[in-house]
């Protein structure tokens, strides 16, 4: 198993996993895109879900990428690649949505998947509105 792998053995529960990437988002980012691609292979491998897995894939990858780039942005290109992140944290959560709702893939790792993007949502959603008060 991949260090990187998502299970109740090496998560234990979404507040574990909050509390050891607590004070790295960049790491947390990370492990979020990599939990999301595992669960991919979960869902069942039928035609109308490809689109699922390539959007959610696209999605979730890009929130980590997005933010790795704006650690190295002007602070006008910092704020335009945050709001980014905040569109692709919420188009990853309409994804896992539209998934949960179809009950399909492992449903443990979809109710963490779907408790962590609602948190990075929270996050970048209070980054936004204390860059638009500065």
């Keep these: 198993m991949s260090k990187y792998q998502i299970s109740p053995e090496n998560v234990g529960s979404v507040n574990e996993w909050r509390a050891k990437y607590e004070g790295d988002l960049r790491k947390r980012l990370f492990h979020f895109s990599v939990a999301c691609i595992q669960f ?4 069942p491998r039928k ?5 699922l897995r390539l959007q959610l894939s696209k999605s ?13 942005s002007t602070y006008r290109e910092f704020i335009s690649r945050i709001r980014l992140v905040m569109r692709e944290a919420v188009e990853t959560e ?21 408790s ?9 959603g209070s980054i936004l509105s204390k860059l638009k008060s500065t």
């Design 47 to 51: 035609r109308e879900y490809d689109v």
């Design 116 to 124: 962590e993007i609602q948190e990075i949502v929270k996050m970048f």
């Design 60 to 72: 979730a990858t890009s929130i980590g990428a997005n933010y790795e780039e704006a650690q190295y």
């Design 40 to 43: 991919l292979s979960s869902l």
């Design 94 to 114: 309409y994804w896992l949505k539209i998934i949960d709702a179809l009950e399909i893939g492992d449903t443990e790792k979809r109710n963490f998947l779907t």
